[in-house]
């Protein structure tokens, strides 16, 4: 059971809470491998979505999660509901307190916005993706997924390739590896990267060679170019040509490193087709390990005390 309300991001979380989640979510895989899709756990719970933002895997990641173990669920997306008629995010979280919701997991544009929901309603709020802050649920999946194919975290080295600046999945990552022991490596084009990442744990490089050296996991991140609003490079091809993941630069990882990105990815850009595609990759892998990670969220923080 874990002893919070929320689960709004890494940064807070300890290293005992992110290991209860993966243990937990290793266990919910390996039910899901079996094709096991009917929980009891969370029978007679009600889980909301609330997303300010698209999504492809968090949403139906999340919904099919709940649904495996029996709750009630209800999507709500911006485009379709009353914030369209200028409701406010609290007063939404009000309305789905009303209606006896237990969990409401909330993506939105603004970093901030779902600890502000969590102050403001009874039901345990957890965050799938805010603005340019974290995106835990995506981060626990990541490290759910490099447990299972190479063992403890401790110790692996991660190499985090990509739009830096923009992404909530890089930083959430930053602080869950590098609580749980995992050396993690950065590099971007200088516009791409945060000032102050390496006081919040990385390591950024001047090369991907170097980023990528005797790494165990290289990730791959999104070009953002939705939060981007001036050219932050010259063009794609010369983004893929520099600063993106080939075959070539995987060569200065260990062998058989492991390939993974978040999704969506720009085929071509940030990794290139035959990693996407390659025996090393673990994208679609990342897929399952993201409702086996959201049914370990969405139990422990219902589970209630006996
Ligand atoms: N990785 C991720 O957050 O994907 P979606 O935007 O499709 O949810």
């Known amino acids: 059971m874990l002893k919070r309300k929320d689960v709004l991001g890494l940064y807070d979380m300890s290293a005992e809470e992110i290991d209860e989640i993966l243990t937990v979510g290793m266990s919910m895989k390996k039910l899901l491998k079996q094709n096991i899709k009917k929980l009891p756990h969370l029978q007679g719970k009600s889980v909301t979505t609330l997303f300010y933002?698209?999504?492809?895997?968090?949403?139906?990641?999340?919904?099919?999660?709940a649904k495996y173990m029996g709750a009630h669920v209800v999507n709500i997306t911006a485009a379709s509901s009353s914030v369209q008629k200028g409701e406010t995010l609290v007063d939404t979280g009000k309305t789905l307190d009303a209606m006896k919701n237990d969990v409401i997991v909330i993506r939105h544009p603004m970093g901030g916005a779902p600890r502000l929901l969590a102050r403001t309603v009874k039901a345990h709020v957890v965050n799938a993706g805010d603005g340019m802050n974290e995106h835990p649920s995506q981060?626990?999946?990541?490290?759910?997924?490099?447990?299972?194919?190479?063992?403890?975290?401790?110790?692996?080295?991660?190499?985090?390739?990509?739009?830096?600046?923009?992404?909530?999945?890089?930083?959430?990552?930053?602080?869950?590896l590098t609580k749980m022991g995992a050396e993690v490596t950065m590099y971007a084009p200088r516009t791409l990267l945060p000032t102050g990442i390496e006081r919040m744990g990385a390591k950024v490089c001047s090369s991907r060679?170097?980023?990528?050296?005797?790494?165990?996991?290289?990730?791959?991140?999104?070009?953002?170019?939705?939060?981007?609003?001036?050219?932050?490079?010259?063009?794609?091809?010369?983004?893929?040509?520099?600063?993106?993941?080939?075959?070539?630069?995987?060569?200065?990882?260990?062998?058989?490193?492991?390939?993974?990105?978040?999704?969506?990815?720009?085929?071509?850009v940030e990794l290139t087709s035959g990693?996407?595609?390659?025996?090393?990759?673990?994208?679609?892998?990342?897929?399952?390990?993201?409702?086996?990670?959201?049914?370990?969220?969405l139990f422990l923080l219902t589970k209630e005390e006996v």
Do not use: C
């Not at 001036?230 to 995987?250: H, K, T």
């Open 139 to 176: 981060a626990l999946l990541d490290m759910l997924t490099m447990r299972e194919n190479l063992g403890e975290l401790k110790g692996l080295k991660v190499a985090i390739l990509g739009d830096i600046s923009h992404s909530r999945v890089a930083k959430s990552n930053l602080f869950g």
């Open 275 to 297: 990693l996407i595609d390659g025996a090393t990759s673990r994208i679609e892998e990342q897929v399952l390990s993201g409702i086996a990670v959201r049914m370990a969220i």
């Open 53 to 65: 933002e698209n999504s492809t895997r968090t949403r139906s990641s999340f919904e099919l999660a």
């Open 209 to 268: 060679e170097e980023a990528v050296d005797g790494a165990n996991v290289v990730m791959g991140l999104r070009i953002q170019l939705e939060r981007q609003h001036a050219g932050n490079f010259p063009s794609l091809g010369e983004y893929a040509r520099f600063y993106g993941v080939n075959e070539q630069i995987m060569k200065y990882a260990k062998p058989g490193a492991l390939v993974m990105h978040p999704g969506p990815v720009n085929r071509g």
